[in-house]
């Protein structure tokens, strides 16, 4: 089946899937940044489950936007072209998660923990949850550095994957 005559609506989807997938995800890492002044445990918990109500739809974008890459890779002959822009974009995109699943996720999941809150986990697994951590411990764990790493991990690498995207420099 020929893709070519649906390049440009394919590559339409991939970038509107894109900005989807950073203004649903960009909630959620500002509600990380805006975590670290917090200490009221009601706000930390609602910022907490205001973070997790964008999850479902960060992954409903990012799916769109590796499928339309995909498929605008394949309309586009960007796979056999010789060329490895496009399997460098991929593979960055693989690292940047499994980057924000090592720095991010274990963080939100200790102070959910911290306020005696039930994960993903947790709920999968019937697990009761903790019982809340002290004071002291919330704090350690809010004025952690964790979210400004993977800040760092997801700006830098989402601006090399459009840089490589742009530029095909090989």
Same mark, same amino acid.
């Given at each position: 089946?020929? @893709?070519?005559? =649906? ?8 970038? @509107?899937?894109?900005?989807? &997938?950073? $203004?649903?995800?960009? +909630?959620? !890492? ?6 670290? /002044? ?23 974008? #990012? ?7 995909? #498929?605008?890779?394949?309309? /586009?002959?960007?796979? %056999?072209?010789?060329?490895? =822009?496009? =399997? !460098?974009?991929?593979? $960055? ?21 911290? $306020?005696?809150?039930? %994960? &993903? ?16 411990? @919330? ?14 991990? /997801?700006?830098?690498?989402? +601006? $090399?994957?459009?840089? @490589? ?6």
């Amino acid at each position: 089946m020929d @893709l070519t005559p =649906w390049l440009p609506l394919l590559r339409l989807i991939h970038v @509107l899937a894109a900005f989807g &997938f950073v $203004l649903v995800h960009g +909630a959620s !890492a500002m509600v990380a940044f805006k975590l670290r /002044g917090e200490r009221d445990r009601t706000r930390i918990q609602a910022l907490l489950e205001l973070s997790n109500a964008f999850l479902n739809w960060m992954y409903v974008a #990012l799916l769109v936007l590796l499928v339309a890459g995909i #498929l605008s890779g394949i309309a /586009g002959g960007h796979w %056999t072209d010789g060329r490895y =822009w496009l =399997w !460098a974009s991929l593979g $960055l995109l693989i690292a940047i998660i499994a980057a924000m699943y090592v720095f991010a996720a274990p963080h939100f999941e200790a102070l959910r923990h911290a $306020l005696g809150m039930a %994960t &993903f986990n947790d709920l999968q697994k019937k697990l009761t949850p903790p019982p809340p951590a002290t004071d002291a411990e @919330l704090a350690r764990l809010l004025e952690s550095s964790k979210p400004m790493q993977a800040a760092v991990i /997801g700006i830098g690498g989402i +601006a $090399l994957v459009v840089a @490589l995207m742009m530029l095909k420099p090989f």
